[in-house]
């Protein structure tokens, strides 16, 4: 069993999460699978996540206790957006300053992702600095360049800063994103499709959709 541990600053004091990236069981052993999996689980201060359910193992997750947060996927085009003459954008690095407008654990999530190749921003409108993180990747058979969002604070930010991104990413190819939603984004210009990339979550803390953040995506690429 694989299994990615992350521990950051949260607004309710650490958290601690669990990315079950992968598992097999033998065949010999199979019908022993679930102890194996209740070995990892029965940490109460830990939330598990599984971004990658292959589709023989979503009845054994629902008997788990695990949970959907995002059962579908939203894509958009952010240069398609209207750009407030108040935002703009700034690549993080270590020495930015505005990185003191954000959170700490916001702030290790920006420049913990940059150094694993995410596209790490930090989003000023009206005064009010958001963090995005952004994985670049290619879908239809590596034939279309994208962005995968890997961190918002929330949709309604992504959706607010989407314009001055979009034209940000659209200087390094991209055009269009995709993030994980349960339904259509408001304000944003794209086409939702549902029951793709579905993911769950097991623990104290719910992942909000558009938050990937230690995942097997991010530390092994799409």
């Not at 694989?2 to 600053?9: G, K």
């Not at 935002?87 to 959170?103: I, Q, Y």
């Not at 952004?134 to 989407?162: E, F, K, W």
């Amino acid at each position: 069993m694989l299994t990615l541990y992350a521990r950051f600053p949260g607004r309710e004091g650490d958290e601690i999460r669990c990315n079950i990236s992968s598992w097999t069981v033998d065949e010999g052993y199979r019908p022993q699978a679930m102890k194996l999996i209740w070995a990892i689980l029965r940490r109460r201060d830990v939330t598990f996540t599984n971004i990658s359910p292959a589709p023989s193992t979503l009845k054994a997750n629902k008997a788990l206790g695990f949970q959907l947060f995002s059962n579908g996927q939203f894509a958009f085009l952010p240069a398609l957006n209207s750009v407030r003459r108040s935002c703009r954008v700034l690549e993080v690095r270590p020495d930015l300053a505005e990185l003191a407008m954000l959170s700490d654990g916001e702030r290790y999530i920006v420049l913990e992702h940059a150094a694993l190749g995410c596209i790490s921003l930090v989003c000023i409108c009206d005064g009010v600095a958001s963090p995005l993180v952004l994985m670049p990747r290619r879908i239809l058979h590596g034939l279309i360049p994208c962005a995968q969002i890997v961190y918002c604070r929330s949709l309604a930010d992504l959706s607010r800063c989407a314009g001055a991104v979009g034209r940000f990413v659209l200087r390094r190819g991209i055009l269009l994103c995709l993030v994980d939603a349960k339904e259509p984004i408001p304000g944003l210009f794209g086409r939702y499709f549902a029951n793709r990339g579905i993911k769950y979550f097991k623990g104290p803390k719910p992942p909000a959709p558009g938050d990937l953040t230690f995942t097997e995506l991010v530390v092994f690429g799409p």
